[in-house]
């Protein structure tokens, strides 16, 4: 079981930057691929950018490729995004997701573990 803790939303303006972190707990973070998913309202869930358990493949959606880059740190049990050049497009509620994968699905039923999302909002 994974438990997992999303933290670093908030406002920011637009060409400004955030970086979101996720905490997990339980055993078996380091034996999964992690993955970051946003939603508008009244869009589909999205996803945003995922990296393997020993952080050497990731992935990003073709909407933030070049600005936002995902980073894990297993010993702190800690994914993060870090989020530059926001735009307003680009707020969103942001989820953690955890899965026990050996690559980087960017459908979200892929994945078992979801956390409660943390709302970023760029204003323009």
Do not use: H
């Amino acid at each position: 079981q994974v438990q997992l803790v999303e933290s670093g939303g908030g406002l920011v303006q637009a060409g400004g930057s955030l970086k979101l972190s996720c905490v997990a707990s339980g055993p078996t973070f380091t034996s999964s691929t992690m993955a970051w998913f946003r939603q508008a309202p009244g869009k589909e869930r999205e996803f945003v950018a995922g990296i393997t358990r020993t952080g050497g493949t990731t992935r990003y959606g073709d909407s933030v490729k070049v600005r936002f880059t995902i980073s894990r740190d297993n010993a702190k049990n800690t994914v993060y995004l870090q989020m530059n050049s926001l735009k307003p497009e680009d707020t969103a509620v942001y989820y953690c997701a955890a899965g026990r994968l050996i690559v980087v699905p960017t459908s979200s039923p892929s994945y078992g573990y979801w956390g409660q999302g943390t709302q970023v909002t760029v204003s323009s």
